[in-house]
């Protein structure tokens, strides 16, 4: 049994999804929320392990396959103590009904360099990390890896702009489908169990198409 290996730099990144950013637009659901590392760059070295890690702390259950590239798998037996659910009777579907389109799910994706995943609908201005200042023109001032805010004239990296819980820049996502913004919050102990298993912080934000 191999042992989770820690981050080394010199494997090249195992990657479980297309990093062509026209087809992560098709892999993601149509309302989602993700959680993602707080280091852009930090990726797993042995997936395997990782994903071994999350079925032993019941986040994620067995992996269903419905395409070949992405890492689909039910929600597990703790689900519901890590993710809590708005208002008084949340009705979560967590198996395929006869439409096989919406219901509760959890995709790992890794890609082999750091993406930008932002809500199509819903789309907020980031601010910027040394004026505060909204960008409302990000889309026309980013690059891969920066944004020009035109308020204060300068350029930062993606990952230090305040994407107020609307977008998230990262290597490493863990998906969890049909979620809208706000309706489900995962719970401290998640994050605390993420952490513990990666070796680095994490945080979430909410995706819809
Ligand atoms: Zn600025």
């Known amino acids: 049994m191999k042992k989770a290996a820690k981050p080394e730099r010199t494997i090249p990144v195992p990657s479980i999804c297309p990093t062509d950013p026209a ?8 309302n989602s929320l993700y959680l993602c590392p707080k280091q852009a760059d930090f990726s797993v070295d042995d997936l395997p392990a990782f994903i071994h890690a999350l079925q032993t702390t019941g986040l994620i259950a067995e992996k269903f396959e419905t395409q070949q590239t992405c890492q689909h798998y ?19 579907q967590f198996e395929a009904s ?15 360099m750091a993406q930008l995943v932002h809500s199509q609908k819903q789309a907020r201005a980031p601010h910027c990390p040394r004026c505060n200042k909204p960008v409302k023109n990000w889309l026309d001032k980013k690059t891969t890896s920066s944004i020009h805010c035109d308020s204060c004239n300068n350029t930062s990296d993606i990952e230090r702009f305040n994407w107020r819980k609307m977008a998230g820049y990262a290597q490493l996502f863990i998906e969890i489908t049909d979620i809208f913004p706000r309706e489900a919050i995962p719970q401290q102990s998640l994050l605390d169990k993420l952490s513990n298993i990666s070796g680095v912080d994490w945080q979430y934000f909410y995706y819809c198409q």
Do not use: R
């Open 74 to 92: 039910f929600t597990g037996e703790k689900y519901l103590d890590y993710i809590a659910y708005m208002g008084c009777a949340p009705s979560v």
């Open 23 to 30: 087809v992560i637009t098709s892999t993601h659901g149509q």
């Open 98 to 112: 006869n439409d096989k389109e919406n219901f509760c799910f959890i995709k790992i994706h890794q890609h082999s």
